[in-house]
C-alpha cells in the first residue's frame, strides 16, 4: 500500500515562493508519473503538475511559468517549486500518482495572503 507524505506549505505573500516535497513509501515510485494536486475551499480537487518517470512535465494553464515540479527516485520523492504565488493559489496540496491511484495523504495547505 503506498503512503504519500506532503509537506512544506505555508502562509505566504502575493509574489512568495513556496517548496512543496512528497515522500512516499509501499512502492517503486520511479515507474510512475506523479502528479501535485490542490483543493481550495468549495471546489474540485484539480491536478496543478505532473511529471512521468522519465522526466517529462505538464501544468495547468494558470501556473505555468511560475510552478516546477520535479522529482527524485532514488529518494521516492517529489516537489514543486512554487514561485509568483497568488491567493487563487491557496489550497492543500496532495501528491499522487498521476491518474491517482493511491490512498490520499493529508496534504499541506499553502495559504497566499497579504
Known amino acids: 500500500q503506498v503512503q504519500l507524505v506532503e509537506s512544506g506549505g505555508g502562509l505566504v505573500q502575493p509574489g512568495g515562493s513556496l517548496r512543496l516535497s512528497c515522500t512516499g513509501s509501499g512502492t517503486i515510485f520511479s515507474i510512475y508519473a506523479m502528479g501535485w494536486y490542490r483543493q481550495a475551499p468549495g471546489k474540485q480537487r484539480e491536478l496543478v503538475a505532473s511529471v512521468t518517470s522519465g522526466g517529462s512535465a505538464k501544468y495547468l494553464d494558470s501556473v505555468k511559468g511560475r510552478f516546477t515540479i520535479s522529482r527524485d527516485n532514488a529518494k521516492n520523492a517529489v516537489y514543486l517549486q512554487m514561485n509568483s504565488l497568488k491567493p487563487d493559489d491557496t489550497a492543500v496540496y496532495y501528491c499522487?500518482?498521476?491518474?491517482?491511484?493511491?490512498?490520499w495523504g493529508k496534504g499541506t495547505m499553502v495559504t497566499v495572503s497579504s
Open positions: 499522487n500518482l498521476d491518474p491517482p491511484r493511491a490512498d
